[in-house]
Nanobody, 123 residues
Framework: QVQLVESGGGLVAAGGSLRLSCAASGLTFSSYAMGWFRQAPGKEREFVAA????????YYADSVKGRFTISRDNAKNTLYLQVNSLKPEDTAVYYC????????????????WGQGAQLTVSS
């Protein structure tokens, strides 16, 4: 079955950096558009970034543009999110998602989801 497993979350001081990873299995990774979403306590899940399946074109939420970088390694079936210049408001559970269709900012456009990785940014 399809599995998406996030890793790399943790506790980071404001201004710090880390890299989230999402290891995919059970699907032809290169055939899926991939996205990162996040959900803070009491808030709805929100779009963070997305990358197309073939050209590697990327899209970002305005709140993370210039600080976060999404990338993928189709040979390793892995999706990444490099997060820099972290702010306390970046604290959330970060989810990776795979979609058979085009990249989208809408969670409903994605078919498979990981279990999430907690990222906490201290002020």
């Amino acid at each position: 079955q399809v599995q998406l497993v996030e890793s790399g979350g943790g506790l980071v001081a404001a201004g710090g950096s880390l890299r989230l990873s999402c290891a995919a299995s059970g699907l032809t990774f290169s055939s899926y558009a991939m996205g990162w979403f996040r959900q803070a306590p009491g808030k709805e899940r929100e779009f963070v970034a997305a990358i197309t399946r073939s050209t590697g074109s990327t899209y970002y939420a305005d709140s993370v543009k210039g600080r976060f970088t999404i990338s993928r390694d189709n040979a390793k079936n892995t999706l990444y999110l490099q997060v820099n210049s972290l702010k306390p408001e970046d604290t959330a559970v970060y989810y990776c998602a795979a979609g058979k269709g085009h990249t989208s900012v809408r969670p409903r456009a994605y078919d498979y989801w990981g279990q999430g990785a907690q990222l906490t940014v201290s002020s």
